[in-house]
T-cell receptor, first 113, second 113 residues
Framework: GAVVSQHPSRVICKSGTSVKIECRSLDFQATTMFWYRQFPKQSLMLMATSNEGSKATYEQGVEKDKFLINHASLTLSTLTVTSAHPEDSSFYIC?????????FGSGTQLSVL | QKEVEQDPGPLSVPEGAIVSLNCTYSNSAFQYFMWYRQYSRKGPELLMYTYSSGNKEDGRFTAQVDKSSKYISLFIRDSQPSDSATYLCAMSGLGGGADGLTFGKGTHLIIQP
């Protein structure tokens, strides 16, 4: 299957700082990438859809100024959590589409102190 | 009624048993059906992918889709402790993964040695 690389796998930061998470499709080009958030023992919650070269589309209730998404190339999308607060602590997962399938990164555990 | 219903479990079975995991859905527009396996604090891994109705087999895994009943299943034969994970069903319309997936909540599976 196709490989999606996500970094970092874990990050701990102080409240008020910004954190950037990278998502790369290693062996294919992904026109569309997705960002999810997952709380313990819950399913994936779609945050936004990212299309290369255009603005991301955010799901209802997701603050676009808080969660900045950039998809500058066909193999890289980034999610920046700005001015992080403890309530932003969560597991963030990216995914990239290859034809009709969706492949996921390994996830980033964000802990905001 | 949610678009995709999946029993969260936990489902606990002895090693070697046949496991049956199921999802029901309400949207008749769904055409692509997938099963993902997710280990704790990891990204989901695509296990099985089917288009429209029918069966698909890959090693110990068999995926079944019955569009007339809006019901999909994943069977695991000769279950192993390493199969212990959360299994998510996912589905999409004709656009496939590029249009995003609708996920079930996931079933937590425990294989007892």
């Amino acid at each position: 299957g196709a490989v999606v690389s996500q970094h970092p796998s874990r990050v701990i930061c102080k409240s008020g700082t910004s954190v950037k998470i990278e998502c790369r499709s290693l062996d294919f080009q992904a026109t569309t990438m997705f960002w999810y958030r997952q709380f313990p023992k819950q399913s994936l919650m779609l945050m936004a859809t990212s299309n290369e070269g255009s603005k991301a589309t955010y799901e209802q209730g997701v603050e676009k100024d808080k969660f900045l998404i950039n998809h500058a190339s066909l193999t890289l999308s980034t999610l920046t959590v700005t001015s992080a607060h403890p309530e932003d602590s969560s597991f963030y997962i990216c995914s990239a589409s290859l034809r009709e399938k969706l492949f996921f990164g390994s996830g980033t555990q964000l802990s905001v102190l | 009624q949610k678009e995709v219903e999946q029993d969260p479990g936990p489902l606990s079975v002895p090693e070697g048993a046949i496991v049956s995991l199921n999802c029901t859905y309400s949207n008749s527009a769904f055409q692509y059906f997938m099963w993902y396996r997710q280990y704790s604090r990891k990204g989901p891994e695509l296990l099985m992918y089917t288009y429209s109705s029918g069966n698909k087999e890959d090693g110990r895994f068999t995926a079944q889709v019955d569009k007339s009943s809006k019901y999909i299943s994943l069977f695991i034969r000769d279950s192993q402790p390493s199969d212990s994970a959360t299994y998510l069903c996912a589905m999409s319309g004709l656009g496939g993964g590029a249009d995003g997936l609708t996920f079930g909540k996931g079933t937590h599976l425990i294989i007892q040695p």
